[in-house]
């Protein structure tokens, strides 16, 4: 493109043309940045002038919303001076306890559901959530040592602050029943490591017993196979020698 030009230059500047064609240049390039710069003006200048009319209205509109905020401030303080009592006395108003909108997590006691009626879970949810509010616990656990005695059922359940309830359920009555307890949670778990060696204990004494059951089992059997092989042992008879007459 650039040769081009200098071409189309030299040819006019060796038929003397040359300041005209430099100078007609020079007018065509401002006459296209004229043009240029008359189109962006078109262009930016509406939204300017549109960008300007919005925050125009915006702090308007904040300005307003601002004088009604105070207006109303004035009215609710005027309120309150109105309720007040004429001899200047403030009164006292109740504030609402937090601890009745505090949620407790329950998730925990899921497996209380594998022996427990439904109602009586739903009640003993209710004196759980009852008792978290008033000592501000969010959570309740059920520890895995259990005592079963008949139809009485013994659970323990452990609180976000360290404290430890019991639960007691019967399975007849499906009566539930939670109260407070002086054990920590390391002497539970102590309690359900005891209950697990007796269990293995016991366990290994009954396999121990079965064992020797069944030996003096086969010791008898065999004794008695012997005896039955005796009997059918066939007696030899004697058989006496005739003497000879000499």
Known sequence: MLRKIRRFYWKQRDRGLGRHTVMAAVGAALFLMIILGAV??????PKNESRKNVVRTETASGTAIGAETASGGGVAIEGVEASGDPDGEKTD??????????????TDLE????????????????????????????SVRKLTYQQT?????????????????????NLKSCQVSVF????????????KEKQLQEEQQKLEQEQKAEKQKLQKKKVKK???????KAKKKPVKKKVKKKRTKK
């Open 222 to 228: 065999k004794k008695t196979i012997k005896k039955k």
């Open 180 to 191: 407070k307890t002086d054990y920590t949670e390391v002497q539970i778990n102590q309690m």
């Open 111 to 138: 497996p209380f559901l594998g022996f427990m009626s439904e109602t009586a879970y739903e009640e003993l949810k209710t004196q759980l959530v009852q008792i978290c509010q008033e000592r501000n616990c969010r």
């Open 40 to 45: 962006t003006k078109s262009v930016i200048m």
């Open 149 to 169: 005695q008949a139809f009485d059922v013994t659970s323990f359940i452990l609180l976000t602050d360290g404290s430890v309830y019991q639960c007691n359920y």
């Open 93 to 106: 108003t109740p504030i609402e306890d937090s601890r009745e909108s505090m949620s407790v997590d329950m």
